[in-house]
């Protein structure tokens, strides 16, 4: 009795599924990773992609600070209110001025320090985390921080730049027009003499493209037109970056490649984006 008990009781070996068995694995994440072993970008892709983004300007933070105070200046006494370059804590909660703007949030665009016999800012800071409503519902915002720190030389000025954040504005047809993210530490100098030059570390994005620049920059010392120098690496729709090294201290070419993939040389002349970034990061 025992043993026919346990005989109807003990649980079956399960039968083979058949719709399991000789099944061909599904390879659609095969097919997907195949698809993304590199870039499908070529040489010709890159530089329309460095030609669409460099002709909305050059990011930087003079520009952001400028704008904000153009937009504060569109107020009424009431509101912003807080003072000339500030939206303080009594706008956390918003407020919408007689000439139909709304402001919310703080923010503030100065000079905290200024060298006594040039009026040069020595200290320049933006805060931001507000949103300015135009009187159409269009929406300005701003969140980050951006900081110029200038040092007086014999002859010209020597300045470090450093700022992280976020800014859009639809109303503008230049780079602050898309949503732009920065995040950078800069350095340069400016000469009485015309001479200047520019170097950044950082990724920046606007336009829908990303660029990520490395030790990148532009000069006009040793007789160079505003060429650039460095390694600049674009980022191609599907998220591969592609790394563009200049050969030399002012140069048109250097080679492509996007990990072990080589895509040839490109010769571009960036010195117009040169003299409009070298202009835009002069100190003022």
């Not at 990724?203 to 390694?231: E, I, K, M, W």
């Not at 080679?255 to 984006?273: I, K, M």
Request: glycine share 14%; aromatic share 10%.
């Amino acid at each position: 009795m025992t043993l026919l008990m346990l005989a109807c009781t003990a649980s079956p070996t399960p039968a083979e599924d058949s719709t399991q068995a000789g099944r061909p694995e599904d390879t659609a994440a095969m097919r997907y990773e195949a698809e993304r072993e590199g870039t499908a970008w070529t040489a010709d892709d890159v530089e329309a992609a460095l030609i669409a983004m460099t002709a909305l300007g050059s990011p930087n933070p003079r520009e952001i600070g400028d704008h904000f105070l153009a937009l504060l200046s569109r107020g009424d006494e009431d509101c912003p209110g807080a003072g000339p370059a500030t939206l303080g804590q009594d706008n956390l909660l918003g407020c919408t001025a007689d000439t139909g703007y709304t402001y919310t949030g703080i923010g503030w665009t100065f000079d905290e320090q200024s060298d006594p016999e040039s009026g040069v800012a020595t200290w320049w800071r933006h805060g931001a985390e507000f949103e300015v409503l135009y009187p159409d519902g269009t929406r300005y915002y701003g969140a980050g921080q951006l900081d110029i720190w200038v040092e007086r030389l014999d002859g010209g000025w020597a300045w470090t730049s450093e700022g992280s954040g976020s800014w859009s504005d639809p109303t503008r047809v230049d780079w602050l027009g898309t949503p732009a993210s920065l995040a950078y530490l800069a350095e340069g100098t400016s000469m009485g003499s015309g001479l200047e030059d520019i170097t950044v570390q950082g990724g920046v994005s606007y336009n829908g493209g990303a660029l990520h620049l490395d030790d990148f920059g532009f000069s006009t010392f040793d007789a160079c037109p505003a060429l650039p120098h460095g390694r600049l690496r674009v980022r191609d729709p599907q998220g591969y970056w592609v790394d563009w090294d200049l050969e030399g201290q002012c140069a048109t070419c250097g080679q492509l490649t996007s990990g072990d993939q080589d895509l040839g040389e490109l010769c571009l002349d960036l010195s117009a984006w040169g003299k409009v970034t070298l202009d835009k990061w002069r100190p003022r």
